[in-house]
Nanobody, 123 residues
Framework: QVQLVESGGGLVQPGGSLRLSCAAS????????IGWFRQAPGKEREGVSC????????YYADSVKGRFTSSRDNVKNTVYLQMNSLKPEDTAVYFC????????????????WGEGTLVTVSS
């Protein structure tokens, strides 16, 4: 059974850090583009980061560039999103998604999606 499971969300104060994990089962992440997305209440889903399959690059939204880092552990079949210097506007449900052999991460075109994990940035 193909599954993506996010974890690591929670409540954090502004300026704090969190690391989200996205564990895959039923398929191997090696051959997939992996995207992190987020959706805040009342807002559309937006892309946060994308690790493309080919070319093997990592892209970030301007709003998180320099603060967030996405990485892949092929041995653990897991992708991470390290989030530093968090701001209240980063509050959202964060999703990971995978798309086979893709060079980018379209917000509405990824093949597999996780259920999401809530990140709340508040004092």
């Amino acid at each position: 059974q193909v599954q993506l499971v996010e974890s690591g969300g929670g409540l954090v104060q502004p300026g704090g850090s969190l690391r989200l994990s996205c564990a895959a089962s039923g398929f191997t992440l090696d051959y997939y583009a992996i995207g992190w997305f987020r959706q805040a209440p009342g807002k559309e889903r937006e892309g946060v980061s994308c690790i493309s399959y080919s070319p093997a690059n990592t892209y970030y939204a301007d709003s998180v560039k320099g603060r967030f880092t996405s990485s892949r552990d092929n041995v653990k079949n897991t992708v991470y999103l390290q989030m530093n210097s968090l701001k209240p506007e980063d509050t959202a449900v964060y999703f990971c998604a995978a798309d086979p052999l893709s060079s980018w991460c379209p917000p509405h075109g990824m093949e597999f999606w996780g259920e999401g994990t809530l990140v709340t940035v508040s004092s």
